[in-house]
């Protein structure tokens, strides 16, 4: 599914500052030479992580789901000078690319690339997070939400990627089990009183969480 008209699309990113020369190179090489380059957040969805980003001004960042670090970079933009992000990706063949990235930006001291299952790392991560980005495995959305709840700061915030599954979600006749998993997630944040909620429609959209 494409998320936007053509047009629309192209003129929303007209208007929306571009894309640094870094980031524009993650963006082209992913498409070139990554498998399955529509897992980049890309240039609306990353100038929108940026700027939630710059709005929280996080000391913590975790993300979920690294692949070649183009939203990792947008999230590090809003960091606090003395602020850390940690994300985790289990490819380990891709991490040698994505930390090849990192190294050549302005955030290499502060981005921390942990490679393995999200599951068995984020426990052991003793950290209380600003904000939290989860864009790994649509089947675990609700486990990493539960892992991670407790060491979220009152008022930090959670955003989850790909909520609209391509608008698989709204559509009863779609029931595989990532689409399953991706509903049951939308719900249960629905109905958590821990968290304020809103779904943006922004690219496949975006979840937005406060911790109340
Ligand atoms: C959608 S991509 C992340 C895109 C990235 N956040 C961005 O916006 O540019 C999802 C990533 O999650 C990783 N992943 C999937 N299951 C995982 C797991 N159980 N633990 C850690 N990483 C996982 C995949 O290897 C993939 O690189």
Request: charged share 25%; hydrophobic share 40%; aromatic share 8%.
């Amino acid at each position: 599914m494409e998320f936007l008209a053509e047009d629309l699309q192209q003129y929303v990113e007209d208007h929306t500052e571009p894309e640094s020369d870094l980031l524009q190179q993650i963006n082209r090489e992913t498409h070139l030479h990554v498998l399955k380059p529509r897992m980049l957040s890309g240039h609306l969805q990353g100038r929108v992580l940026s700027m939630l980003s710059h709005m929280i001004q996080p000391k913590r960042i975790l993300e979920i789901g690294t692949y070649t670090g183009y939203a990792s970079l947008c999230l590090a933009e809003g960091l606090r000078p003395e602020g850390k992000l940690i994300t985790i990706d289990n490819n380990e063949e891709l991490s040698v690319r994505t930390k090849g990235y990192f190294a050549k930006s302005d955030f290499a001291d502060q981005i921390e690339m942990k490679v393995g299952n999200a599951l068995d790392i984020i426990p052991t991560l003793k950290e209380n997070w600003d904000l939290v980005f989860i864009d790994a495995d649509k089947s675990n959305y609700a486990n990493y939400f539960d892992q991670v709840i407790d060491q979220v700061n009152i008022g930090g915030y959670l955003i989850a990627d790909n909520v609209l599954w391509s608008g698989k979600v709204f559509d009863k006749t779609k029931n595989d089990n990532d689409t399953v998993a991706i509903r049951a997630f939308n719900e249960k944040m629905h109905v958590d009183p821990r968290v304020q909620n809103v779904l943006f429609p922004i690219r496949d959209g975006l979840m937005i969480l406060r911790k109340l």
